[in-house]
């Protein structure tokens, strides 16, 4: 089991036939992702090595039958290409591309609360469920199946995590980057809702960073509703105040969004703090010892 | 990215957002023609920096007569003006900002900005104005007003009519402050601001709304289409070197007083190695994201702004190889040095794709760079760099 993507996700690419688009969706199908479409308007007719290409979303999803999309469009024009998943029913929409202007996010938020559809990202390195299907841009190779959920606002922090608890030959469940925008489709409360549900996942990984409230939020969430163990990591310790590091969320406004004040919130929820990002495999293997038991955590 | 308090005030003027007559002077010469064209005195005299604090540092002065413009304008001109967001370095001021005084019956806070954590607009007002927003929040939180504006719908007259009777205004007054704040919220959204600050924001004797300060921050992802704002920018308020780094395409930011330079993959893990550098007792110099493609090019130019820094004592170079792969990149690094020309000790820790490879270029490349086998042997090293 995992969390909103597995053997039954099928795959369109919005911007398919651009560079990054084209080379990451050879690379998901690859990996075992089933993808049945892309869309690039005015490209209608053409095939990226086999993948039929359509001028809509909704006519691919009528010709294919696709319940997920991929984003990989330009920041002007990727707000536009959300709402038109949104409009054309899909259940699930990743949207990779990062720049994308606030406001134009703001309209996206509010209109995605009146649909069924959800969005993770943007700006955000996609979702996976290894052995089964990868929408986005990790390494695919760096994963294995196994008991735990991982949710982070980082890239590159989130296959730190994956590779430390590999080491220990801990697997994971369903594997989601939220992205590092400050207005974002899901959250960590909606990730940590599905895998506290999720019978397969028996443990749980949050990464945050410095910026917003979300840490805090999702820290009460945990303490009154999540009965997993959670491990937790916040970077940005170091970042000075008023300055955004790299993500556009990464920012401390005033005294608000400090990593200290993100940190002390999950401690007093229970969670188990990493404080070294070099210890923390050592820390979830740990933590976890209790729910995985002795056959998935080897070494 | 931030403007100045007069190029605020243009965009304000531009919006029908009434504000105090005056213009920006570049020298004392021009500061007193201005106050001469404006006609009567007092004259304020306000320097021109992105800080905050600007009148207890002394930055901001009212001039009685002709012969105050000529002492004030030439005493700012120049000075570097230290306030609580400057640090002690201080900025140097080059600009004023020449306007008339106003009498001053009462002033409030006025602010419009998108809100991350409802996906709303939000005005925040408060009849608490001209004082520090963040410390009435903290200790009178009751003081402070919050409207929040469904961007899909647009701001409604209920919404202006909450502020003004929540301010305590009535009459003329009231009218006055919601036609001023609907303007705001126009600006706010087609600039694609990220805060529209009026602090104070004044009521005069003589009955007027009045934007007596302004601050705007915008979406830098929002630049592009908003051309004649980004001519706003002020390449003087920014460090030179990250400046030089915003044309290769780098997310460098320089920190005070560090002696460890960094350069990394991922703004997540960027934070987390400059914390990795703190916590084994020595300062990070910088952040530096080099991005998920970081090409040949830009790890060179990365090189060369962390080693401007004559404070920086060693290097760590934190690189999780994804669809970037390690002997690439490893590449990258050796080519970069050779050309840069490495005199302080480089450490470099990699995982990921083809990581093995990427080792051994480093290895081979008999260069001045120190392998760690995982972050937590990075942290041991560069902390022995640190020591000598």
Same mark, same amino acid.
């Given at each position: 089991?995992?969390?909103?993507? @597995?053997?039954?996700?099928?795959?369109?690419?919005?911007?398919?036939? $651009?560079?990054?688009?084209?080379?990451?969706?050879?690379?998901?199908?690859?990996?075992?992702?089933?993808?049945?479409?892309?869309?690039?308007?005015?490209? $209608?007719?053409?095939?990226?090595?086999?993948?039929?290409?359509?001028?809509?979303?909704?006519?691919?999803?009528?010709?294919?039958?696709?319940?997920?999309?991929?984003?990989?469009?330009?920041?002007?024009?990727?707000? @536009?290409?959300?709402?038109?998943?949104?409009?054309?029913?899909?259940?699930?929409?990743?949207?990779?591309?990062?720049?994308?202007?606030?406001?134009?996010?703001?309209?996206?938020?509010?209109?995605?609360?009146?649909?069924?559809?959800?969005?993770?990202?943007?700006?955000?390195?996609?979702?996976?469920?290894?052995?089964?299907?990868?929408?986005?841009?990790?390494?695919?190779?760096?994963?294995?199946?196994?008991?735990?959920?991982?949710?982070?606002?980082? $890239?590159?922090?989130?296959?730190?995590?994956?590779?430390?608890?590999?080491?220990?030959?801990?697997?994971?469940?369903?594997?989601?980057?939220?992205?590092? @925008?400050?207005?974002?489709?899901?959250?960590?409360?909606?990730?940590?809702?599905?895998?506290?549900?999720?019978?397969?996942?028996?443990?749980?990984?949050?990464?945050?960073?410095?910026?917003?409230?979300?840490?805090?939020?999702?820290?009460?969430?945990?303490?009154?509703?999540?009965?997993?163990?959670?491990?937790?990591?916040?970077?940005?310790?170091?970042?000075?105040?008023?300055?955004?590091?790299?993500?556009?969320?990464?920012?401390?406004?005033?005294?608000?969004?400090?990593?200290?004040?993100?940190?002390?919130?999950?401690?007093?929820?229970?969670?188990?703090?990493?404080?070294?990002?070099?210890?923390?495999? @050592?820390?979830?293997?740990?933590?976890?010892?209790?729910?995985?038991?002795?056959?998935?955590?080897?070494? | #990215?931030?403007?100045?308090?007069?190029?605020?005030?243009?965009?304000?003027?531009? +919006?029908?957002?009434?504000?105090?007559?005056?213009?920006?002077?570049?020298?004392?010469?021009?500061?007193?023609?201005?106050?001469?064209?404006?006609?009567?005195?007092?004259?304020?005299?306000?320097?021109?920096?992105?800080?905050?604090?600007?009148?207890?540092?002394?930055?901001?002065?009212?001039?009685?007569?002709?012969?105050?413009? %000529?002492? +004030?304008?030439?005493?700012?001109?120049?000075?570097?003006?230290?306030?609580?967001?400057?640090?002690?370095?201080?900025?140097?001021?080059?600009?004023?900002?020449?306007?008339?005084?106003?009498?001053?019956?009462?002033?409030?806070?006025?602010?419009?900005?998108?809100?991350?954590?409802?996906?709303?607009?939000?005005?925040?007002?408060?009849?608490?104005?001209?004082?520090?927003?963040?410390?009435?929040?903290?200790?009178?939180?009751?003081?402070?007003?919050?409207?929040?504006?469904?961007?899909?719908?647009?701001?409604?007259?209920?919404?202006?009519?909450?502020?003004?009777?929540?301010?305590?205004?009535?009459?003329?007054?009231?009218?006055?402050?919601?036609?001023?704040?609907?303007?705001? +919220?126009?600006?706010?959204?087609?600039?694609?601001?990220?805060?529209?600050?009026? %602090?104070?924001?004044?009521?005069?004797?003589?009955?007027?709304?009045?934007?007596?300060?302004?601050?705007?921050?915008?979406?830098?992802?929002?630049?592009?289409?908003?051309?004649?704002?980004?001519? +706003?920018?002020?390449?003087?308020?920014?460090?030179?070197?990250?400046?030089?780094?915003?044309?290769?395409?780098?997310?460098?930011?320089?920190?005070?007083?560090?002696?460890?330079?960094?350069?990394?993959?991922?703004?997540?893990?960027?934070?987390?190695?400059?914390?990795?550098?703190?916590?084994?007792?020595?300062?990070?110099?910088?952040?530096?994201?080099?991005?998920?493609?970081?090409?040949?090019?830009?790890?060179?130019?990365?090189?060369?702004?962390?080693?401007?820094?004559?404070? *920086?004592?060693?290097?760590?170079?934190?690189?999780?190889?994804?669809?970037?792969?390690?002997?690439?990149?490893?590449?990258? *690094?050796?080519?970069?040095?050779?050309?840069?020309?490495?005199?302080?000790?480089?450490?470099?820790? #990699?995982?990921?794709?083809? *990581?093995?490879?990427?080792?051994?270029?480093?290895?081979?490349?008999?260069?001045?760079?120190?392998?760690?086998?995982?972050?937590?042997?990075?942290?041991?090293?560069?902390?022995?760099?640190?020591?000598?």
């Amino acid at each position: 089991m995992s969390i909103w993507v @597995d053997r039954n996700t099928k795959l369109v690419v919005q911007g398919i036939t $651009g560079k990054e688009g084209q080379f990451h969706t050879l690379t998901c199908k690859a990996y075992g992702t089933n993808v049945v479409a892309g869309v690039t308007p005015g490209k $209608g007719g053409l095939n990226v090595e086999g993948i039929p290409v359509f001028n809509t979303v909704a006519k691919a999803v009528k010709e294919t039958g696709a319940n997920a999309a991929m984003v990989f469009v330009p920041p002007p024009f990727c707000a @536009d290409a959300i709402l038109e998943d949104i409009e054309a029913g899909i259940p699930l929409i990743v949207a990779i591309t990062e720049g994308i202007p606030v406001m134009d996010m703001l309209k996206v938020k509010n209109y995605l609360k009146s649909s069924k559809s959800r969005l993770i990202g943007p700006n955000c390195p996609g979702i996976i469920t290894p052995g089964q299907c990868k929408i986005g841009i990790q390494p695919g190779h760096i994963h294995s199946p196994g008991p735990v959920g991982i949710v982070s606002r980082s $890239g590159t922090l989130t296959y730190e995590a994956v590779h430390q608890i590999q080491k220990y030959g801990i697997g994971q469940s369903t594997v989601v980057g939220i992205g590092g @925008d400050p207005v974002n489709g899901t959250n960590f409360i909606d990730c940590l809702t599905a895998f506290q549900a999720d019978p397969e996942t028996k443990a749980i990984i949050m990464v945050g960073e410095i910026g917003g409230s979300a840490e805090e939020e999702a820290a009460d969430f945990i303490k009154k509703n999540v009965t997993k163990p959670v491990v937790g990591f916040i970077a940005g310790l170091t970042a000075p105040p008023g300055r955004r590091m790299g993500h556009a969320g990464a920012i401390i406004s005033g005294s608000s969004g400090t990593a200290q004040g993100k940190i002390k919130a999950m401690r007093e929820a229970g969670i188990a703090i990493v404080e070294n990002l070099g210890h923390m495999g @050592d820390i979830a293997k740990e933590a976890f010892a209790s729910v995985i038991g002795a056959k998935s955590a080897k070494k | #990215m931030k403007i100045h308090e007069y190029q605020a005030k243009e965009l304000f003027q531009k +919006y029908g957002v009434p504000t105090p007559r005056g213009k920006a002077a570049f020298s004392v010469d021009e500061a007193k023609k201005i106050a001469a064209e404006l006609g009567n005195f007092p004259v304020v005299v306000k320097a021109q920096i992105h800080a905050g604090g600007r009148g207890k540092g002394g930055g901001v002065k009212l001039a009685k007569n002709a012969a105050e413009v %000529n002492q +004030y304008a030439s005493s700012i001109l120049g000075m570097t003006l230290v306030t609580h967001q400057t640090g002690p370095e201080g900025r140097l001021v080059k600009k004023l900002l020449v306007e008339e005084g106003l009498p001053i019956e009462k002033e409030l806070y006025l602010s419009v900005l998108p809100d991350r954590g409802t996906a709303k607009i939000v005005f925040m007002a408060s009849e608490a104005g001209g004082m520090d927003i963040e410390e009435v929040a903290a200790k009178t939180p009751e003081k402070i007003i919050k409207v929040y504006i469904d961007p899909l719908l647009g701001m409604k007259g209920y919404h202006a009519n909450e502020l003004a009777f929540g301010l305590n205004l009535s009459g003329d007054l009231a009218k006055q402050f919601s036609a001023m704040a609907t303007k705001l +919220y126009k600006l706010c959204v087609e600039t694609d601001a990220s805060l529209v600050e009026i %602090n104070p924001l004044i009521l005069t004797k003589d009955g007027r709304v009045i934007a007596l300060d302004g601050k705007i921050n915008f979406d830098d992802n929002a630049m592009y289409r908003h051309k004649d704002i980004a001519e +706003y920018r002020d390449l003087d308020e920014e460090d030179p070197a990250e400046v030089e780094a915003s044309k290769y395409e780098l997310n460098y930011i320089k920190m005070p007083s560090g002696n460890i330079g960094n350069m990394v993959n991922g703004a997540g893990l960027a934070m987390a190695t400059m914390d990795i550098i703190q916590l084994a007792g020595a300062t990070p110099a910088n952040f530096l994201d080099v991005g998920g493609g970081a090409s040949a090019e830009q790890v060179e130019n990365g090189f060369r702004i962390i080693l401007s820094d004559p404070s *920086v004592k060693g290097v760590l170079i934190n690189i999780f190889g994804g669809i970037l792969r390690c002997d690439r990149l490893a590449n990258g *690094v050796v080519e970069a040095a050779k050309k840069v020309g490495i005199k302080i000790p480089v450490v470099i820790r #990699m995982e990921g794709t083809n *990581v093995e490879e990427g080792r051994e270029i480093l290895a081979k490349s008999g260069l001045n760079l120190i392998t760690a086998k995982d972050i937590s042997d990075a942290a041991q090293k560069i902390a022995e760099i640190a020591k000598r």
